[in-house]
């Protein structure tokens, strides 16, 4: 009964999307606004069949319906609820079901917030993203169907998800949010492709590009570290990034993207930049189909790949399709984007922001070549290779130093012409800090060159957009009323403050990097019940294992107890979980997390006569990673609101950062 | 029309897509095993009847060790490959098997029904099996006479795979 509503759901999609598709398409070519709105209207029935799929799906998943074969996949009478509604996006079919449905809401959402701009632009946007939909609807239709009927006979129970999903929190809120980023760079590449078709690119579009832009940058952000976070706290390797094709896969579209916003503001400010800023969101939205594409057909080896299925060549047809068109596009229509004539030397802020793309585009690259190399290898001399951690590290510790350094030199250069001596002097100012900061990371036991440049950069940097954010708040209060001074501060200056509270968040990420990758201690031993490790300053020692029967699993635990500097510091419990289903166990390990350092317990093995294996490590900073990249969120997130809010509100009126600038350095 | 971004552009695609085609027909399971050239883990298991039997005791001529369960499709149909191949080369090639997540009780039923070409190794808590790096079953190690790993064959094996590999072997 769901199979039959399901499928006839998801072809009225797929019918919508096609008729959404030509009728956009035909009514920007008019620029009739009639057309547009109509089209506009079937995004929303689009998105509204979408929830309706998804719904049906979820439906059928909690009920336990396993005459639908997605659920006869992923479903289990024991697994907990919870996890039975996350299992929709655990495996194949359903992730593109639950795709769909993150598409069908982001062309909505485009479809509402724009729908005062130009119905040309907003015409093609919409025939952009239906084209897009009907791709994945048909895959949803065909190829990945998870609704299609299981051939009886039906069980009466299934093997539940992949364990590995059902080990952690994380795992319930890092899919979305990656979904989100990689689905949502469909917009800015739809409002894109629509600027070329329309071969007008004017401060309207270039606003939406840009807001557009930020949402799913702001949410892929969020994704790619909280992948991160989650292989940390699962996987028991104590580490949270090996380079591995997937986690490359969503870090190539997010170098892309950030490179991206930066241009896009140079764009916004300036004029300049017009086509390039185009091309990286084009690259950008490539890059996450090309992601997809390696992550769900099987090309490459990875602990992510789902196994080869039907929809890989249906993919590369895709990705064939997008990069032709899109090099088509941009061939016929990128010389109507013309810059605004540019008078940029290097030594300005345009400059910084031009030597941070190519930095950024560098490291895409990079981490492109590395995750391709093996097919190709494969392809031209037919052996299998892989392409390890010191390959991408080699490369990204000096972009990664680049970018630091950067970030402090790139806001305190001034915009357009700038004067030789006051280039001087802001850059000149800083550097007691970047010295100070040299000699505490010293201090701090820092010796590698590469921790010590952190340091020192990272110290800069932060005194740099503390500076620019503070000058920026006191010259509004010396002009005007303070109340009236504040207010216009926050709504106008938010995006400024949005942006230097990113980049501290990128500065506190950095050093976290660097600290925590250059500085772990690690300890391994076997211990019998009553005996004790010891690693850095704690004292380790085993009381015994409970195995603790779950619905879904048994636990093995392994009670340890801590003592750090002679002091107790409570228990921890890494474990061995069992499931019913056919891999070898899978650890959780237990992290016990300070402001200044990890400790994190393995449990590698449980012995008959009662010794476990462990593993112990103590990692410093790492809690800071995840910090910092919230931080960047939350810039992001300030960035975007009142931007957003002025949007709606004040739709003609001039841009404020057009006006003559008055917060520069000098 | 920018002839010169057209050019450029179907330039950098088409190497692309062709290199992704040819991807499209590797199998993502064959993970490459870091044991290949290496001393394979040792270790001393014991059979359905109690034996033991370790590795360091077959020292001297090449070893086939056979990750299975019951429970596994392909893990049956390669069985009647094993028993020809342990016939063929008995005396010069030792064939064991180790077993992965399953009970001993399933595994008896399943020899009185299909034979037994080799020891079957009881593994508890797949030690031996996390050793070996296995990610699923069936896999299969070849070991040669030094004790080195030669191979790794993930999933079913063929009879002539697994025979040219023996002959290098030997």
């Given at each position: 009964m769901i199979s039959i509503l399901g499928r006839s759901v998801v072809l009225a999609a797929l019918l919508l999307a096609t008729l959404g598709?030509?009728?956009?398409?035909?009514?920007?070519?008019?620029?009739?606004?009639?057309?547009?709105?109509?089209?506009?209207?079937?995004?929303?029935?689009?998105?509204?069949?979408?929830?309706?799929?998804?719904?049906?799906?979820?439906?059928?998943?909690?009920?336990?319906?396993?005459?639908?074969?997605?659920?006869?996949?992923?479903?289990?009478?024991?697994?907990?609820?919870?996890?039975?509604?996350?299992?929709?996006?655990?495996?194949?079919?359903?992730?593109?079901?639950?795709?769909?449905?993150?598409?069908?809401?982001?062309?909505?959402?485009?479809?509402?917030?724009?729908?005062?701009?130009?119905?040309?632009?907003?015409?093609?946007?919409?025939?952009?993203?239906?084209?897009?939909?009907?791709?994945?609807?048909?895959?949803?239709?065909?190829?990945?169907?998870?609704?299609?009927?299981?051939?009886?006979?039906?069980?009466?129970?299934?093997?539940?998800p992949n364990p590995l999903l059902q080990n952690h929190p994380l795992m319930i809120i890092h899919p979305p949010m990656l979904y989100l980023g990689y689905v949502g760079m469909s917009v800015p590449f739809a409002i894109a492709l629509a600027a070329l078709f329309a071969g007008r690119l004017d401060r309207d579009w270039i606003r939406s590009l840009r807001t557009w832009l930020l949402v799913p940058t702001g949410f892929l952000t969020m994704g790619v570290m909280l992948g991160g976070w989650w292989s940390y706290e699962v996987l028991g390797w104590g580490g949270y990034w090996a380079w591995d094709p997937v986690e490359n896969a969503s870090f190539l579209p997010w170098l892309t993207a950030i490179a991206a916003v930066h241009s896009a503001l140079v764009l916004q400010r300036k004029g300049t930049l017009r086509a390039w800023t185009v091309v990286l969101v084009v690259v950008t939205f490539l890059l996450t189909i090309l992601g997809t594409f390696l992550t769900r057909s099987g090309v490459v080896n990875s602990v992510h790949s789902f196994t080869q299925t039907p929809i890989g060549p249906a993919f590369l047809a895709f990705l064939g399709f997008c990069l032709v068109a899109s090099v088509i596009v941009l061939a016929m229509r990128m010389d109507t984007l013309a810059s605004d004539p540019d008078r940029e030397t290097l030594w300005t802020r345009e400059g910084a922001f031009m030597i941070n793309n190519l930095l950024l585009l560098v490291f895409m690259f990079t981490v492109l070549v590395g995750t391709l190399f093996p097919i190709a290898a494969e392809l031209v001399r037919g052996v299998k290779v892989s392409v390890g951690e010191p390959y991408f590290n080699r490369m990204a510790i000096p972009v990664s130093l680049g970018l630091l350094l950067l970030i402090g030199i790139g806001p305190a250069l001034p915009w357009g012409r700038a004067d030789n001596r006051n280039v001087r002097r802001a850059l000149l100012f800083p550097i007691p800090a970047a010295i100070a900061g040299l000699l505490v990371t010293f201090a701090a036991g820092g010796r590698t060159w590469g921790v010590l440049a952190t340091g020192a950069l990272a110290a800069y940097a932060v005194w740099v957009n503390l500076d620019q954010g503070l000058r920026l708040s006191r010259k509004r209060r010396e002009d005007e009323p303070w109340t009236e001074a504040v207010g216009e501060a926050v709504r106008r200056g938010a995006r400024r403050y949005g942006a230097y509270l990113a980049h501290l968040g990128v500065i506190v990420t950095f050093v976290a990097i660097a600290v925590s990758s250059s500085y772990q201690t690690a300890q391994e031993g076997t211990l019998r019940p009553g005996e004790s490790m010891t690693v850095a300053g704690y004292k380790l020692t085993f009381e015994r294992v409970d195995a603790r029967p779950e619905p879904h699993r048994i636990s093995d635990r392994a009670l340890m107890r801590i003592e750090h500097n002679g002091k107790d510091a409570g228990t921890l419990e890494p474990a061995l979980n069992r499931y019913d289903t056919r891999m070898e166990p899978i650890g959780t390990p237990a992290v016990r997390t300070a402001i200044s350092h990890d400790l994190y317990l393995s449990l590698m093995n449980v012995g008959t006569d009662g010794s476990i294996g462990m593993r112990a490590i103590v990692t410093p900073a790492v809690v800071w990673i995840w910090i910092g990249v919230f931080i960047i969120v939350a810039g992001t997130a300030i960035c975007l609101l009142p931007a957003g809010l002025r949007f709606s509100r004040r739709e003609d009126a001039p841009e404020p950062a057009a006006k003559p600038v008055a917060e520069t350095t000098a | 029309m920018n002839r010169k971004v057209l050019f450029v552009g179907l330039i950098l695609v088409a190497p692309l897509l062709v290199m992704l085609a040819s991807g499209l027909r590797h199998d993502p399971r064959e993970v490459i095993s870091p044991l290949i050239g290496r001393p394979a883990p040792e270790f001393a298991l014991l059979d359905l009847e109690g034996r033991r039997l370790s590795l360091a005791d077959l020292r001297g001529q090449p070893v086939v060790v056979n990750f299975w369960a019951t429970w596994c499709q392909p893990c049956a149909a390669e069985n009647p490959i094993f028993?020809?191949?342990?016939?063929?080369?008995?005396?010069?090639?030792?064939?064991?098997?180790?077993?992965?997540?399953?009970?001993?009780?399933?595994?008896?039923?399943?020899?009185?029904?299909?034979?037994?070409?080799?020891?079957?190794?009881?593994?508890?808590?797949?030690?031996?099996?996390?050793?070996?790096?296995?990610?699923?079953?069936?896999?299969?190690?070849?070991?040669?006479a030094q004790g080195l790993v030669h191979e790794k064959v993930t999933g079913m094996v063929s009879f002539d795979g697994l025979t040219r590999s023996l002959e290098a072997m030997l």
């Open positions: 598709a030509v009728m956009s398409f035909a009514a920007a070519q008019r620029g009739a606004i009639a057309g547009v709105a109509r089209a506009r209207r079937l995004a929303y029935l689009y998105a509204v069949m979408m929830a309706l799929a998804t719904g049906l799906m979820i439906y059928a998943l909690v009920s336990h319906d396993f005459s639908v074969s997605y659920v006869a996949q992923v479903g289990s009478l024991a697994t907990p609820l919870h996890i039975t509604i996350v299992s929709l996006w655990s495996s194949l079919d359903g992730s593109i079901l639950f795709w769909g449905l993150v598409l069908g809401t982001f062309t909505a959402g485009a479809a509402f917030h724009l729908r005062r701009s130009a119905p040309d632009h907003v015409g093609y946007m919409l025939g952009t993203l239906f084209v897009v939909g009907i791709f994945f609807t048909f895959l949803i239709a065909g190829p990945a169907d998870p609704f299609a009927p299981t051939p009886p006979p039906i069980p009466t129970d299934g093997p539940g | 028993a020809a191949l342990a016939r063929r080369y008995a005396g010069r090639v030792r064939f064991i098997s180790v077993i992965y997540q399953d009970t001993p009780q399933a595994i008896r039923a399943y020899e009185r029904q299909r034979g037994s070409w080799g020891p079957a190794l009881v593994d508890p808590d797949s030690r031996t099996a996390i050793q070996f790096g296995v990610y699923g079953v069936p896999e299969t190690f070849l070991i040669d």
